[in-house]
């Protein structure tokens, strides 16, 4: 007999999706609670980091203790510093009084430094110690402090990536990576979309007291389809718009915007992350989203959409003499007439 169950329910709290990559995520962040060890989070934007970070807290036994979440991001240099560490009255000039910083104030719990990529050089140094000796010192103070916070640290950059370009420390990388937890990308589990989207509903419906919607399998296929670079974030602002936009029982395609049917392109660069990895993110679902349904073409169509890229740009900046482009490019010059004829670029040839 079946049971009344809800497919939807994960054991954390908040944590929609069953896809067996996300079992593993819930396995692993209930197993990480139970030790104090620090735990890495990575994965792409809006895949539910933050989410995870808090579910570390409260399934652990610290979470009676507090949870406090700095965003490494935000802050200046100095001002992380002191945010963190705390400061005495005098360390600098706006250092009016003795200030207790973050890592104080989370004793007995969990502290999350969520865009750890962003911390200084400097300070890099001084987490180094915090996760060796469980110690620092305030701004402007000789005094060691000593703390017992477990900590967990988020990064939607590769932090490998990152040492190679000497903007973080290898020490501090293998400190902070004892429990690594890799948030998956949307587009990797489009069985969790429709869970998502009933979750995002009910929710939204709720919020704007309006009865809640059933999408369309149209819906539905399109939503299963689209390559989601924003995530778990993204289905839920589309969803969001959808409910506060629409009226009726049921949610149809057009509800949510063309590019997400397939019918405009992504834009790109308007990834938040930036860099290399971004950029083919978008890529890929710039790609699929011109694919049509049974296309197994990927490959293709990305490295088609950054070359025929790079050919425009050379030839502009080569003023369309082909022979000088093709040197920059460092191709035959039979090839590069081939390629422009190929993607039509003739016309930009002037
Ligand atoms: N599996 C999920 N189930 C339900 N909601 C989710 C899930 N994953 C993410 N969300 C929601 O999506 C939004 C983004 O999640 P979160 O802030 O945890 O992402 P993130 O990985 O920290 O992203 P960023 O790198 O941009 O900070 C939040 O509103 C969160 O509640
Ligand atoms: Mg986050």
């Excluded at 000039?93 to 719990?109: D, I, Q, S």
Aim: hydrophobic share 40%; glycine share 6%.
């Amino acid at each position: 007999m079946a049971m009344a169950t809800s497919q939807s329910q994960s054991k954390i709290a908040g944590m929609i999706g069953n896809a067996p990559v996300m079992q593993d995520v819930y396995a692993l962040t209930q197993r990480a609670a139970q030790s104090s060890a620090t735990v890495l989070l990575t994965g792409e934007t809006g895949t539910g980091k933050e989410l995870i970070a808090r579910a570390v807290h409260e399934l652990s036994p610290r979470a009676s203790g507090p949870f406090i979440r700095v965003n490494c991001g935000a802050l200046s240099e100095s001002l992380l510093e002191s945010e963190l560490f705390g400061h005495v009255k005098g360390a600098f000039t706006n250092a009016f009084e003795n200030r207790t910083g973050r890592f104080e104030a989370a004793h007995g719990g969990t502290v999350f430094l969520d865009e750890i990529n962003s911390v200084s050089y400097k300070l890099q140094v001084k987490l180094l110690r915090v996760l060796q000796e469980h110690e620092f010192e305030r701004v402007g103070d000789t005094k060691s402090i000593e703390v017992d916070c477990r900590i967990v640290a988020a990064t939607n950059r590769d932090l490998l990536d990152e040492i190679d370009e000497d903007r973080f420390r290898e020490d501090l990388y293998y400190r902070l990576n004892v429990l690594p937890i890799y948030l998956p990308p949307l587009r990797d589990r489009p069985e969790d979309v429709p869970l998502l989207v009933d979750f995002f509903i009910a929710t939204y419906a709720a919020k704007n007291g309006k009865p809640t919607p059933q999408p369309t399998a149209e819906a539905i296929s399109f939503l299963q389809r689209y390559a989601w670079p924003g995530n778990v974030r993204e289905l839920q602002n589309y969803v969001e718009r959808a409910i506060v936009l629409t009226d009726g029982d049921t949610l149809d395609a057009d509800a949510f915007p063309p590019h997400v049917r397939g019918l405009a392109p992504v834009r790109i660069g308007r990834a938040k992350t930036g860099g290399a990895e971004a950029l083919c993110r978008e890529l890929v679902a710039l790609g699929l989203s011109e694919a049509g349904d049974a296309a197994n073409d990927l490959h293709e169509r990305v490295v088609s959409l950054v070359e025929k890229e790079l050919i425009s740009q050379v030839l502009s900046t080569c003023q369309g003499v082909q022979t000088k482009a093709a040197t920059r490019l460092g191709i035959n010059r039979n090839t590069l007439h081939k390629k422009i004829s190929d993607y039509h670029l003739d016309a930009e040839v002037r």
